[in-house]
């Protein structure tokens, strides 16, 4: 596609071609993050695109998330754990009708990037937090309802699955990462379907959602070498810091604007 076409294509989209390229720049870090944790892609992808281009949350990061978290299970398919996956999908079925409702009320990108920002920040300190919870059915449907709250809201719904599944080690972390990506799959799929009912998925989210297909295919192509050059290194650090430098962005604006 030629330069002119390309310019032509995004404004189809109401986004301009830098900021289009940023998104797939993060798009592709997502996927690499994704697959080598089982989660965190909406950490990295969504502060970004509710910077840059707000008007496609939550539903055009959840589109483009989708496949991403429905092809990074297959691999870990038998290291799910199902007694753990039951309660967490119950929950989040509930937090994303509670959400759909809250969306269909306050449909404003602006607000939207607000609350994406705010739930990153609290995903965030609950990492850093080295917050210890014991795994039970109780507190995987509370954590799976959280994530259903701020995972329609905001795109962002890991964090609270991820504490209780942060300290796991060896076999356990096997089993973490794939019973995440199984909760992430079927989660965003309840979001999709909840937003959908309260009318909240568009047309400009799926064309944005198709147009971010070639970098979350290159994310793809990158991990395996990525996870092996990055044997043994830690890049929590760093996508924290990125997921929080662009949270306090949004939240900047939003004060310089008056929308908060």
Known sequence: MTGGGLA???????IAPLAWGACSLAVTAGVLTQRAT??????????????IAPQFMPAGVLLV???????STPRDLSAISGGELAPAVAGRAAGALVAAA????????????????????VGVALSVSGLRIAISRASLAAAGALSGLT???????????ALLYQHAAG?????????????????IALSLGALLWRGQVAVSDLAFALSMAPAALLGFALARPAMRLLAGR???????????????????????????
């Not at 089982?38 to 910077?51: E, H, I, N, Q, T």
């Not at 998330?65 to 092809?71: K, Q, Y």
């Open 8 to 14: 032509g294509a995004l404004s189809s989209l109401d």
């Open 38 to 51: 089982g989660g965190a892609f909406g950490m990295v992808v969504a502060p970004l695109v509710a910077l």
């Open 65 to 71: 998330g989708f496949p991403v978290t429905l092809l």
């Open 102 to 121: 809250v969306v269909a009320l306050a449909p404003d990108p602006q607000a939207v990037a607000v609350m994406v920002a705010l739930a990153v920040l």
């Open 151 to 161: 995972g329609t809201l905001t795109s962002v719904g890991a964090p609270p699955m």
């Open 171 to 187: 076999a356990a972390q096997a089993r973490a990462r794939a019973t995440l990506n199984a909760f992430f799959s079927i989660g």
């Open 234 to 260: 830690s890049v929590r650090p760093l996508i924290l810091s990125l997921a929080a430098l662009a949270s306090g962005m949004i939240l900047t604006r939003a004060l310089l604007s008056g929308s908060v």
